[in-house]
């Protein structure tokens, strides 16, 4: 039960693109993997805002994209504004899994 | 509205027990898998167990294999947490997060703190 590696840290000015790595997704061969992000700020509960990869729960903005390529999955925040300041976690399972991994997440500051 | 309310936080002495409750409101409990998730203080998010939908599947992180037991009460839409032999590595706040499917957790409850010290 491995964790999964992201950056401690991003940034980027107002009106930016940042992307966050989380490193080290595995699944079954021929298995489908499953990977959700959350944003977490201070003192509050986890939010998921991206699940199945790439798919948003309604009310997330648009501007909040998941993507995989090989054992890496990505988020990107398009368009930052100082409400996106705050940590986010990946987590990864597959079909199948008893069991799903966090990363150790990754504190995003709006400059 | 979905809610999930956690409580029986509190302090309690290395090799002591605790069991939290989670309560669940807005959506028909028995046909979700449920988890606990801790995150101890300045640190990153922990899945700890999980349940499917009837409680005949239990399923756990190695580090609580044998000292805690994740159980459901349907009836009562109610999700609970005994934790036994605790250590002072089990210091967290514990959610209770509802599984949309494949460990998916859409929503979440404001967390119990528990606290393991002498």
């Known amino acids: 039960q491995s964790a999964l590696t992201q950056p401690p840290s991003a940034s980027g000015s107002p009106g930016q693109s940042v992307a966050i790595s989380c490193t080290g997704i595995?699944?079954?061969?021929?298995?489908?993997?499953?990977v959700s992000w959350y944003q977490q700020h201070p003192g509050k509960a986890p939010k998921l805002i991206i699940y199945e990869v790439t798919k948003r729960p309604s009310g997330v903005p648009d501007r909040f994209t998941g993507s995989k390529s090989g054992n890496t999955a990505s988020l990107t925040v398009s368009g930052l504004q100082a409400e996106d300041e705050a940590d986010y976690y990946c987590?990864?399972?597959?079909?199948?899994?008893?069991?799903?991994?966090f990363g150790g997440g990754t504190k995003l500051t709006v400059l | 509205e979905v809610q999930m309310v956690e409580s029986g936080g509190g302090l309690v002495q290395p090799g002591g027990s605790l069991r939290l409750a989670c309560a669940a409101s807005g959506f028909r409990f028995s046909g979700f898998w449920v988890s606990w998730v801790r995150q101890a203080p300045g640190k990153g998010l922990e899945w700890v167990a999980s349940?499917?939908?009837?409680?005949?599947?239990?399923y756990y992180v190695d580090s609580v294999k044998g000292r805690f037991t994740i159980s459901r009460d349907n009836a009562k839409s109610s999700l609970y947490l005994q934790m036994d032999r605790l250590r002072v590595e089990d210091t967290a706040v514990y959610y209770c997060?509802?599984?949309?499917?494949?460990?998916?957790?859409?929503?979440w409850g404001q967390g119990a703190l528990v606290t393991v010290s002498s």
């Open positions: 349940t499917n939908e009837d409680g005949s599947q239990t």
């Open positions: 595995s699944g079954d061969v021929g298995a489908y993997t499953y």
């Open positions: 987590s990864s399972s597959f079909a199948g899994s008893t069991h799903v991994v």
């Open positions: 997060p509802r599984d949309t499917g494949f460990f998916t957790f859409t929503y």
